[in-house]
């Protein structure tokens, strides 16, 4: 089994050297290209108006000057040009992507990328609860647990086109309460807010900040599993189109 590893952390990222390690539990074919620099929040966003660089860094390790769908387009064209991936795997990102995380998520982007090229694709995150946390975020129970959650999906049938979304919980490897297999979630961020700063040369600058509002958890959602400790396993398809909405519409517009 040929196995794609990306994320959008970054080639340093300490997540990603993680799922290496996962990786290398499932194959001894595996390749690692992904961003050189932190793409977070990059969605599934391309580089298109100027070019970018790719610096190898060792066999089957590549370091892209790009997004994350650049790095598994990269991948595909070119790295491992002599045969696609069996599987791609993306992070483990620092953070959870949970609920609408999704959109946004660099991670999940690029296990989107790698499902619209009919290869069965992972995104996985480690959730931390502590503010903050910088570099001092555990990827411990992703470490634990990765194997573990990955094993079924590899020999279970897909639908095409699907990709699936896995969160770690931010407690101790022992205190996971188990896997649970739950749809995806929707949070309130209420407002955006906006943090204006100056910088030392006196000119204004902007940092985003999404303000969380309280909320009723939802059950059987990856939001509510998460909080009681469970790896949450989401399925997700490419397929945007709300259906509901479009049998009225076709009844407008017959």
Same mark, same amino acid.
């Given at each position: 089994?040929?196995?794609l590893v990306t994320n959008d952390d ?15 539990? !499932?194959? %001894? ?5 992904? =961003?050189?620099?932190?793409? *977070? /929040?990059?969605? &599934?966003?391309?580089? $298109? ?26 991948? !595909?064209? %070119? ?5 696609? =991936?069996?599987?791609?795997? *993306? /992070?483990?990102? &620092?953070?959870?992507? $949970? ?112 303000g969380r509002l309280p909320q009723q ?38």
């Amino acid at each position: 089994m040929r196995i794609l590893v990306t994320n959008d952390d970054g080639i340093h990222a300490r997540g990603l050297t993680v799922l290496e390690r996962i990786a290398a539990k !499932l194959s %001894d074919d595996v390749t690692v290209v992904a =961003p050189a620099e932190e793409q *977070s /929040g990059k969605s &599934r966003s391309l580089t $298109l108006t100027e070019p970018f660089r790719v610096r190898r860094l060792g066999d089957k390790r590549f370091a892209v000057r790009g997004t994350p769908t650049d790095c598994v387009m990269f991948a !595909l064209a %070119d790295a491992m040009k002599d045969g696609k =991936p069996d599987l791609v795997l *993306s /992070g483990v990102n &620092r953070g959870g992507n $949970l609920a609408e995380d999704v959109s946004y998520s660099g991670t999940v982007s690029a296990a989107m990328e790698g499902a619209l090229a009919g290869i069965r694709s992972i995104a996985l995150s480690q959730r931390y609860a502590q503010t903050g946390a910088g570099d001092r975020v555990s990827f411990d129970t992703a470490e634990t647990w990765g194997e573990r959650v990955l094993r079924p999906l590899l020999d279970m049938e897909w639908a095409p086109r699907t990709l699936v979304n896995i969160n770690f919980p931010p407690v101790a490897p022992d205190q996971v309460k188990g896997i649970r297999a739950v749809s995806q979630g929707l949070r309130d961020y209420g407002r955006v807010g906006i943090e204006k700063r100056t910088d030392p040369r006196g000119f204004d600058y902007y940092w985003l900040a999404m303000g969380r509002l309280p909320q009723q958890l939802l059950p059987d959602t990856d939001l509510d599993a998460i909080e009681q400790g469970f790896v949450t396993v989401t399925p997700l398809h490419l397929d945007l189109t709300h259906r509901d909405s479009l049998e009225r519409l076709k009844s407008v517009y017959s």
